[in-house]
């Protein structure tokens, strides 16, 4: 599965298998991190401003 | 009770003749429960597979749900990439029936397996030379997909998205789901091809295998065309099937009608490739293995000609036609008629390709095998559907499934003149 286990072997049908295989949750991975910290972020900012508003 | 959890606007039935409605689904839920703890502690002794059938209902079940499950990845596809604005009204519901039919696919695998524990084994100590293989990564991952498509409509419940994380969550989900979509459409091809694929390649199985482009059979590419074409119909079926149950009208004709034309296109197109395989397969790659088209249609008491002409034309050719056609398509009884058919046929489908496959005759000694499954596979397959109809009957009664529900629905105001 990874390039460090003992199975791996440096050949096309291991990098296309596996490069399919990561690049697709590398792709989901990054979305949802880039998500939760953008909500986060929205939800301070909001937060910040409206804290702002009512002094 | 739970009205502060009930979209504002809609309205459900009391929570007590709902909770009696998912007892009695959840009945049926706990004896397929009970069945798969037979299979898992007791060992796949509890079916009726045998060396004659290493693959079974259970793998006919999976494919079956991949199939028509297929609606969620092409109306994504269709909404977030060629963004065909009118079909934001029934995405929700195609991701919804995606995901419950995906599950459900792993469910089956788990138990399938027999040796649940070590599942983990088919990433980690991966054959890449399996088509297999490549299906299992991609349900997983694609099954991620649904997931994370789902995440949004649970997080727009009416309580959840008062908090303000939850809201934005929600909020940005919806702004990068067209990546979301995409990757799921990239995995989708290749998952359902590759389930056509183990199929064409059985070298062994004359009535299988398949010439093809490249590595890919021809199956592979059939079985990616079908899931697409038929996948529609069946997100039509359930939400036709959601509101005679709920007594409600919950998504415009407009955007029906639309889904039903793509879906007919589909089917149309695809059973077009469907006839030209099935010739070419018939009068060229079976009798270059030395076999008539009758070998695999006759001498036994369940497989003849009927399987093949109901798949073809009753399942494929008709509801094809009737989707196509504006006036045929516009009726609703006709175009029920249709999607019933449609889901009729891909299920079928897979039904050939996975159990007649293994029925037919291959050596001069052999006879033909049927099969009849136990009582724990019954159970087992019907467990799936039990689960999907208490999921839908959750989301309906607390997410905003179908944005267009409150107009289709509203008590209209009593003029002076009524």
Redesign the interface.
């Known amino acids: 599965?990874f390039p460090f286990?003992f199975?791996w072997v440096w050949d096309i049908?291991?990098m296309?298998?596996?490069g399919?295989?990561w690049y697709?949750?590398g792709?989901?991975s990054a979305?949802?991190i880039?998500?939760?910290l953008?909500?986060?972020w929205?939800?301070m900012s909001?937060?910040i401003n409206n804290s702002g508003e009512s002094h | 009770m739970d009205s502060a959890l009930i979209p504002e606007g809609a309205k459900r039935c009391s929570l007590p003749k709902f909770s009696i409605g998912m007892a009695i689904v959840g009945a049926v839920l706990l004896w397929g429960v009970w069945a798969m703890f037979l299979c898992w502690f007791k060992g796949l002794n509890q079916t009726n597979m045998n060396d004659y059938y290493g693959f079974a209902l259970w793998i006919w079940a999976d494919l079956a749900v991949i199939a028509v499950g297929g609606g969620a990845f092409f109306t994504g596809m269709l909404r977030y990439i060629f963004n065909i604005k009118e079909l934001k009204n029934i995405i929700n519901f195609a991701v919804i029936i995606g995901f419950i039919c995906y599950s459900s696919a792993l469910l089956i695998l788990a138990i399938d397996i027999g040796q649940p524990l070590r599942g983990w084994f088919i990433f980690w100590h991966a054959n890449i030379h399996s088509m297999l293989t490549e299906v299992a990564f991609c349900l997983s991952c694609y099954f991620a997909v649904l997931t994370i498509e789902f995440i949004p409509n649970i997080l727009e419940n009416r309580q959840a998205n008062k908090v303000p994380f939850f809201h934005h969550l929600a909020h940005n989900m919806h702004g990068i789901m067209v990546i979301f979509a995409a990757t799921g459409a990239f995995l989708s091809f290749f998952h359902q091809g590759s389930l056509g694929g183990v199929a064409g390649v059985m070298y062994g199985r004359p009535f299988a295998v398949r010439e093809g482009l490249l590595i890919w059979p021809w199956t592979f590419f059939l079985f990616t065309w079908s899931a697409a074409a038929y996948g529609p119909s069946f997100t039509l079926l359930v939400t036709k099937m959601t509101e005679v149950i709920t007594g409600k009208k919950l998504v415009k004709d407009n955007v029906v009608h639309l889904l039903a034309k793509i879906s007919g296109w589909m089917i149309v197109t695809y059973i077009i490739a469907k006839i030209i395989d099935t010739i070419y397969w018939a009068y060229v790659t079976a009798p270059s293995l030395g076999f008539k088209l009758s070998h695999f249609y006759t001498d036994n008491s369940f497989y003849g000609y009927w399987i093949l002409i109901t798949e073809i034309v009753i399942c494929g050719i008709v509801p094809g036609a009737i989707l196509v056609i504006k006036s045929t398509r516009e009726n609703p009884t006709l175009r029920l008629v249709a999607i019933i058919l449609g889901t009729i046929g891909v299920c079928l489908n897979r039904w050939v390709m996975v159990l007649q496959i293994m029925a037919v005759p291959v050596m001069p000694f052999d006879t033909w095998a049927l099969y009849i499954p136990s009582w724990q596979e019954v159970a087992t397959t019907v467990l799936p559907v039990a689960y999907g109809i208490m999921l839908i009957a959750l989301a309906y009664r607390y997410l905003p499934v179908f944005p267009q529900e409150k107009e289709l629905n509203s008590v209209k105001p009593i003029t002076e003149s009524e």
């Open positions: 599965m286990s199975e049908g291991h296309i298998f596996f399919g295989l697709a949750v792709i989901l979305g949802m880039y998500v939760i953008k909500a986060a929205d939800t909001e937060s």
